[in-house]
């Protein structure tokens, strides 16, 4: 929305405050300003010219020979402007005068004849952009007059982003912003100027029924014998085109002006066109051209203004274009009408066809501007000095909510909201100025609420104290701190388990912590061989192939190690963040995963070695989530494709799976990394339940030293150590303080498929040092029991 | 006597380590050392009193003189041999750690939970919600029904099952209300998602975190004294703040939190537009319907409710001129954010 101050200083006077000034404190008390826009006119020296002649030129055909009368002198001149013809009224520019271009005008020769100065657009004159045709003028202005009368060389806009309106359809016109100007400097404002409707009232009564009273409140309308095609006034032409709009002819312009200054569109009909009106919903499926003449797809709910049994206008959204006025039009049926938000909002966003209008009315206009709009346009006809005549009474169906409506505030709700005491008389008369009745009545403020407010911005008591507020200046409040009685903060425990991994994965092992989307991209779960199942999918993907949501975190962080491998030899990544599962009844588990995913190009050791330290990254993280040491169990066949038996193992606390973790089979490894090998895990977080505080018990420190006796035990590499390890805890022994693993060996001299498996027992007493007796008959149990067991010592 | 001392000062210059100043030692001052044999072989009988008390005192001095010079050489020389020792060693302490294994957290998780503990501070639980969210948390429960404007502000992503990715943190205010009750202060950070086209400043996944507090008389002057101290926690330093009207359909009234420009001090530069202020936090007053949705009575308590875009304060603490980086998944961003606690 761009605020013309031109046209703001026909209710207020603000002129002798600095625009900035203006701008700041409609930003601090009203809507932001995003920007302030100075409009430069180049109207000096530019008179109002008649094209008295127009003939062709036969060289040119897009040219005219014109000769322009101003009055005084003649000129002759060559004009390409579509809309040149005989008895057009235009600007225009003499030899020497310079325009908006910079361009200064010289006698000059086209096509062969001479061309002293040139009719103007209003591109040329800088009022806007617009530059297909001539500004046309009035023909009521006299020749030669200077066009600066009624053209101003200079206005400012003050441009305000929409979205900040959102909820003031006041402020979509100009009258609303010129109240909160007033409001805010504290100065009066001049009423608009509208005729007296009731002066109509011995017409007849236009036939009008509402069907829809749900969706159409309010519809008024009155039927008018006008010279629609003739062109508005000159003040109407500059302010719309101040504001990027281009003008056409009186009757468009003057609806046009109407919704830009009260925010209430109207609409003109071909008065020969129409004869009886309905508002009615469409009913049944069906089209509808609209005036640009594109065929809209209806549905029966869509609301439509009927005359009889055509339908004329989309109600609300855009007119017809079979009853469109034209320049020719000398009948014409006004329109003001109030629509249901909701409905309008509906249609317009279904057919993509957001108008101004729509967009007004979508915010819920009031309805008493079904009254403001028809008498305002009353008032800007009579203004333009145009002969025209009222057909019928203006006729109006459904309530137009003309009165204040009482609402009582105590003043302790003012000055609690503010949270200091606002004095009353101040509120008092700022409420006052943005029109709304406001009395004093002991410790309450009576209000009427103005029906220029529609209800859903103003209708409770926090409303009305924001209205205050705002203009008094929430820069005047003084801040305080809340005080409460302490209470106990409860630990939010899932989001500690959240940042306990994320320092455990990133401060002692490592891993950078990334973020991928919620989605997956069906293509890479092809590329991977992953078929989710049944996921969660969106309706309007950010992208056709991302529609699933993800049930596990692995397959984006999978995607990451294809990009990344080219700038890094090895790396470490994780993620952790909402995975989604469907439910019944259309609804969705949601949980917290955490994976990760560790890259070493080829070369950088073994597999084992590789998805070791991974584990032992794990470990770590079991010990601090849980204060518990974290199990692993081989896993067998699973429809994830990572889950390779062999390759992959289940992560359990205690007898609950909490997660998973592997190394990539080679097959999928080449396909997520090309080349190299892929250590991955994911863990549900959710699922690892434990005291946030684990308990710990001390053990007292030996006295006596140590002892300790290495072991090199063969065992089958495919029963794994978690077999070899099952075997020695049954080996138990006093003098046993520890078993410690120390390092596995793979390689020459070993009998085939047998691995040499490294373990130092510590041997201590708590009350002596051992003896060489001791530790020998420590010894001999063992090598007794390791071949009961059938395992050889390397 | 003063020719044995000049020969000894001549002996200790040469001598060049402790097993050279010792031998030197012992040709003086050994059992058969000069200075030693200078007394033995002296017969004192044949000197007058005056005499022997004149040598003894000439003797006793040379010997302290030799004694002292001998020790001054002697530590000059053990130094000069530890040095050498020290500087085979050869070690270069100026070389870079080694073992390193320090990762990277995620500029906005670094940032959220720098925000948690400073609300945890300010007496403020911390709750998280779904990023699955019905439609009634997420719009009807705060003020936005079905076709209003409000939601044009927000492009959701609807799911077929007709729940929704939450389009703001605020989804949780009534959850939050329904299960906890009143008085409340609490913050919920979190994943947000709107449907809209990225570019370097538009994401459609992003964070926020959003605040609520609910009691008795909760006033706009409370709303604006805790977004200063906690601006002023969050920027390490005093800032100054401005509140002008904004619309959110859950607030009432509705504002816009501007923070004076911390760069230019509110001169106006480039990082503020020249306004001097940066729009830093949407808030207001909790809307009475949003209350009672919550159960709470607006009679008898009123509320405030901010929200903070956690991915913009991440990418104004760390300067992060692109969106995108974020979900980016390159980990030469991230690594730029160390595991910092």
């Known amino acids: 929305m761009k605020i013309s101050l031109d046209w703001i200083s026909d209710y207020v006077d603000i002129n002798d405050i600095p625009v900035d000034v203006v701008a700041d404190r409609l930003t601090m008390c009203t809507a932001e300003v995003e920007d302030v826009l100075e409009v430069r006119r180049s109207v000096a020296q530019v008179v109002v010219g008649e094209v008295i002649d127009c003939r062709d030129i036969p060289a040119a055909p897009n040219l005219k020979l014109v000769t322009v009368d101003c009055g005084t002198r003649r000129f002759q001149t060559v004009c390409g402007a579509p809309n040149v013809r005989k008895g057009l009224k235009a600007p225009f520019a003499p030899p020497g005068t310079r325009l908006a271009n910079g361009v200064e005008i010289a006698v000059a020769e086209v096509s062969g004849h001479r061309s002293e100065g040139v009719l103007c657009s209003p591109a040329e004159l800088g009022m806007s952009r617009w530059h297909e045709g001539l500004l046309e003028c009035p023909p009521s202005l006299p020749n030669g007059a200077p066009l600066a009368q009624w053209i101003p060389d ?63 409140p309010c519809y008024g309308c009155i039927d008018l014998r006008v010279r629609a095609g003739v062109p508005a006034p000159l003040v109407i032409q500059r302010r719309l085109h101040a504001l990027g709009q281009r003008t056409f002819n009186l009757m468009v312009d003057l609806t046009n002006y109407i919704m830009w200054e009260i925010g209430q569109p109207t609409h003109a009909f071909d008065g020969d066109r129409v004869h009886a009106i309905r508002v009615a919903p469409l009913g049944k499926p069906g089209t509808f051209v609209t005036l640009d003449g594109q065929e809209r797809q209806l549905l029966p709910d869509d609301l439509l203004i009927w005359n009889e049994k055509e339908p004329v206008a989309l109600a609300g959204v855009m007119g017809g274009l079979e009853s469109e006025v034209t320049p020719t ?37 009031p309805p008493v501007n079904v009254k403001i709009g028809t008498a305002r346009a009353l008032q800007c006809l009579i203004d333009s000095g145009e002969p025209f005549e009222v057909l019928s009474r203006f006729t109006v169906a459904g309530d137009l909510k003309e009165a204040p409506r009482p609402l009582s505030i105590p003043w302790r709700t003012v000055d609690t909201m503010a949270g200091q005491k606002i004095p009353r008389q101040e509120a008092v008369g700022i409420l006052r100025h943005l029109g709304f009745l406001a009395e004093e009545k002991g410790e309450t403020l009576e209000v009427g609420i103005p029906a220029h407010r529609s209800e859903k911005d103003i209708s409770i008591p926090a409303d009305v104290v924001e209205e205050i507020l705002r203009i008094y200046g929430y820069d005047r409040i003084e801040p305080r701190l809340p005080e409460g009685p302490m209470a106990a903060l409860p630990v939010n425990v899932g989001l500690r388990k959240e940042h306990q991994a994320r320092r455990v994965l990133a401060g002692a092992h490592g891993f950078v912590e990334v973020q991928n989307y919620v989605w997956l991209d069906d293509n890479w779960l ?9 996921t969660l999918t969106l309706k309007n993907p950010p992208a056709q192939t991302c529609r699933r949501l993800r049930p596990v975190l692995l397959p984006n962080l999978l995607a990451l190690v294809r990009p990344n491998r080219a700038h890094r030899d090895m790396f470490r990544i994780f993620e952790i963040g909402r995975v989604f599962r469907p439910q019944a009844n259309d609804g969705c588990e949601e949980r917290t995963h955490l994976a990760g995913v560790s890259f070493r190009s080829s070369g950088k050791g073994d597999q084992e070695e590789h998805f070791r330290s991974i584990r032992g990254a794990l470990e770590d993280l079991g010990a601090v989530l849980t204060g518990q040491a974290l199990r692993f169990v081989a896993g067998q066949d699973s429809p994830f494709p990572w889950c390779v038996p062999g390759y992959w193992v289940k992560i359990l606390l205690g007898d609950t799976t909490v997660g998973a973790a592997g190394v990539l089979d080679p097959v999928l490894a080449r396909v997520v990394a090309l080349e190299g090998q892929v250590v991955w895990f994911e863990l549900d977080l959710e699922a690892i339940q434990a005291p946030i505080y684990p308990v710990v018990h001390y053990r007292p420190l030996a006295v006596y030293p140590r002892s300790w006796q290495d072991f090199s035990l063969l065992w089958d590499v495919t029963k ?23 390092y596995v060996f793979k390689g020459k001299g070993l009998p085939q498929g047998q691995a040499s498996y490294t373990f130092r027992y510590w041997l201590a007493a708590p009350d002596h040092t051992l003896t060489g007796e001791e530790i020998e008959g420590f010894r001999t149990a063992f090598l007794s029991f390791l071949q009961e067991n059938g395992i050889s010592l390397r | 006597m003063d020719e044995i001392l000049e020969q000894l000062r001549r002996d200790v210059a040469a001598a060049t380590d402790s097993k050279q100043v010792e031998q030197v030692r012992v040709k003086y001052l050994g059992r058969k050392g000069i200075i030693t044999t200078l007394a033995k072989n002296t017969d004192f009988s044949r000197l007058s009193s005056e005499e022997k008390r004149s040598f003894g005192q000439r003797l006793n001095a040379l010997k302290s003189e030799a004694e002292q010079l001998l ?14 020792v020290r500087k085979v060693a050869g070690l270069d302490l100026s070389l870079p750690g080694i073992d390193r294994r320090l990762g990277s957290i995620h500029p906005i998780a670094l940032v959220q939970m720098e925000l948690e503990e400073i609300f945890q501070g300010m007496g403020f639980r911390v709750l998280t919600g779904y990023e699955v ?26 799911l077929d099952n007709g729940m929704l990715l939450r389009t703001h943190t ?17 913050i919920f950070p979190g994943r947000c998602f709107r449907n809209e086209a990225i570019d370097a400043s538009h994401e459609n996944t992003f964070y926020q975190l959003e605040g609520l507090l609910v009691d008795r008389d909760i006033s706009v002057a409370h709303l604006i004294a805790v977004m200063k101290t906690l601006l002023s926690q969050v920027f390490k330093r005093e800032v100054t703040v401005r509140l002008r009207p904004g619309f959110f359909p859950f607030v009432e009234p509705g504002f816009e939190l501007d923070v004076q420009c911390l760069i230019c001090g509110g001169k106006g ?73």
């Open chain 2, 133 to 158: 969210e019905l439609e009634y948390y997420n719009f009807d429960a705060l003020n936005i029904p079905p076709d209003h404007p409000a939601r044009d502000m927000q492009d959701t992503f609807w």
């Open chain 1, 526 to 534: 092809a590329e991977l061989g992953y078929q989710p199942g049944e």
């Open chain 1, 720 to 742: 794994g150590f978690d077999s070899l390890e099952a075997v020695l805890s049954k080996f138990q022994h006093p003098l046993i303080s520890e078993r410690e693993f120390l």
């Open chain 1, 154 to 216: 200079r206005d400012v806009l003050i441009e305000i982003d929409n979205k900040s309106l959102t909820h003031r359809p006041d402020l979509w016109g100009h009258y609303g912003f010129a109240r909160e100007l007033a409001a805010i400097f504290r100065r009066p404002l001049r009423p608009l100027p509208v005729v007296d409707l009731s002066q109509y009232d011995h017409l007849p009564t236009y036939p009008l029924t509402v069907d829809d009273y749900e969706n159409c």
């Open chain 1, 329 to 365: 039009t000398t009948h014409v049926l006004l329109e003001s009408a109030n629509f249901k938000a909701s409905r309008i909002r509906r249609t317009s966003v279904r057919l993509d066809l957001r108008t101004e209008a729509a967009q007004r009315f979508e915010k819920g206009q």
């Open chain 2, 170 to 186: 605020s989804a949780n205010q009534v959850r939050a209300l329904e299960t906890y009750g009143v008085p409340l202060r609490a």
């Open chain 2, 71 to 84: 020790k001054e050489a002697l530590e000059k020389a053990k130094a000069a041999e530890k040095d050498l």
């Open chain 2, 269 to 341: 530069c480039a990082t503020c537009k020249q306004t001097g202020w940066i729009e830093l936090i949407p808030c207001g007053l909790v809307h009475p319907k949003v209350l009672e949705f919550g159960r709470v009575d607006p009679n008898i308590y009123s509320g405030f409710a901010f929200g903070m875009g956690l991915t913009r304060m991440a990418m104004m603490k760390f300067g992060i001129p692109d969106i995108r980086l974020f979900n980016s998944g390159d980990i030469r961003f991230y690594e730029q954010f160390p595991a910092a606690f």
